[in-house]
């Protein structure tokens, strides 16, 4: 199994609703990482997990809350964003905590629409 | 600061008209510079790993070589399933677990 689930592919909320993204993968990878994407942009960091541990957070606003219940899941919990959150959050997860090897898998991603 | 810097922003080829992808970069000792390719909606899908200058990878149609300064994507006859974004992104030394990605090159291959 080579894959990186993600649930739910697209998301409609409201400013004021709390959601949550779910992220899965069953490749043994010990680092699992949030990517912002916008139209037309490149893949932004959010957070990095290594070893169900927080070890980079990219200076993203408190209303994203990052949880890694254990090394197979991560979530993304969303409370009162903003229309400009609008966007493509990627999950990926990669067989290296550190190293070299930062080949990384991607899912396909959650649409969000905040109106 | 880490730097990507990706072009031509768009492509457009005909079938069979072989072509390159160019990726500049600039980072405080490149541990790993990689190409991804994105489908739209879709989540980038690992191509290829380039650690050091002089290394060169191939897959099917495309080959991806790697300088002090630049990557290039080498497509040869391109066939319409080819079109897609192309992502370059480095990872630098220090930078854990972190990639920098290029805006993308946006291919379209034509019949």
């Known amino acids: 199994d080579t894959e990186v689930t993600q649930t739910p592919k697209h998301l409609v909320m409201g400013m004021t609703n709390k959601k949550s993204l779910k992220c899965e993968q069953h490749m043994g990878h010990r680092a699992m990482y949030w990517y912002k994407q916008k139209a037309k942009k490149p893949p932004e960091l959010m957070f990095v997990?290594?070893?169900?541990?927080?070890?980079i957070n990219e200076s993203v606003p408190s209303r994203f809350s990052p949880e890694c219940p254990n090394s197979s899941l991560l979530n993304l919990h969303l409370h009162a964003l903003q229309p400009e959150d609008s966007a493509l959050y990627l999950c990926a997860s990669s067989q290296a905590a550190q190293g070299d090897n930062e080949k990384l898998f991607f899912g396909s991603g959650t649409q969000l629409s905040v109106l | 600061e880490d730097q990507v810097t990706q072009s031509p922003e768009a492509l457009r080829l005909q079938e069979g008209e072989s072509s390159s992808l160019n990726c500049s970069y600039t980072v405080s000792g490149l541990r790993g510079l990689f190409w991804y390719r994105q489908d739209p909606g879709k989540g980038p899908e690992f191509l290829f790993t380039?650690?050091?200058a002089g290394e060169e990878k191939e897959k099917e149609r495309l080959k991806a070589t790697l300088t002090k300064k630049e990557s290039f994507l080498h497509i040869t006859a391109p066939k319409p399933e080819d079109s897609a974004t192309y992502l370059c992104?480095?990872?630098?030394?220090?930078?854990?677990?972190?990639?920098?990605f290029g805006t993308g090159t946006q291919l379209k291959v034509e019949l």
């Open positions: 380039l650690y050091s």
């Open positions: 997990y290594s070893y169900e541990k927080l070890s």
């Open positions: 992104a480095v990872q630098a030394g220090g930078g854990g677990n972190k990639l920098t």
